[in-house]
């Protein structure tokens, strides 16, 4: 079984999702977590209730610091925004394949609760089709 660990900022939308993606789509090759360079302490609960659409389940999951996974060998660790990529600590990458496929922060949507969350869906798919794709190549 393949280790994966997926960094953002704040550990509580893009990283969280492509752990519950990639948990529940590739479980037979995949373990996957996700951490935060400065975490938030916090899973957005839009993220939460988009993954519920799709019968994912992240309302137990934790906001999570990548001291958490210090010392531990992952064979991808995927950064998923452009702050995550620059300050990826380089023990996290070492041995393993370090990839950049950034994100949007649909946290930082603006507009009615129907225009945010359709941003929040959006970002969702996205992650959906390139970073589980990515893995199965």
């Known amino acids: ?5 997926v960094l953002c900022t704040g550990n509580s ?3 969280q999702m ?4 990639t948990n529940a789509r590739l479980s037979d090759q995949y373990v ?3 951490a935060g360079t400065q975490p938030s302490g916090y899973v957005h609960p839009k993220a939460i209730a988009v993954m519920g659409e799709l ?9 999570k610091s990548t001291e958490l996974f210090k010392g531990q060998y992952f064979d991808h660790v995927i950064t ?3 702050s995550a990529k620059e300050t990826c600590p380089v023990w996290l990458a070492r041995g ?3 990839t950049h496929i950034g994100y949007y922060d649909p946290a930082e949507a603006t507009g009615t609760d129907e225009e945010v969350t359709a941003v929040f869906r959006q970002i969702r798919d996205e992650i959906a089709d390139q970073i589980l794709s990515f893995l199965q190549t």
């Not at 079984?1 to 660990?5: A, G, Q």
């Open 1 to 5: 079984m393949k280790k994966v660990l």
């Open 13 to 15: 939308c893009r990283s």
């Open 18 to 21: 492509a752990e519950g993606l």
């Open 32 to 34: 996957a977590y996700s």
């Open 55 to 63: 019968g994912i389940d992240l309302s137990r999951n934790e906001s």
């Open 80 to 82: 998923v925004c452009d």
């Open 96 to 98: 393993g394949r370090k």
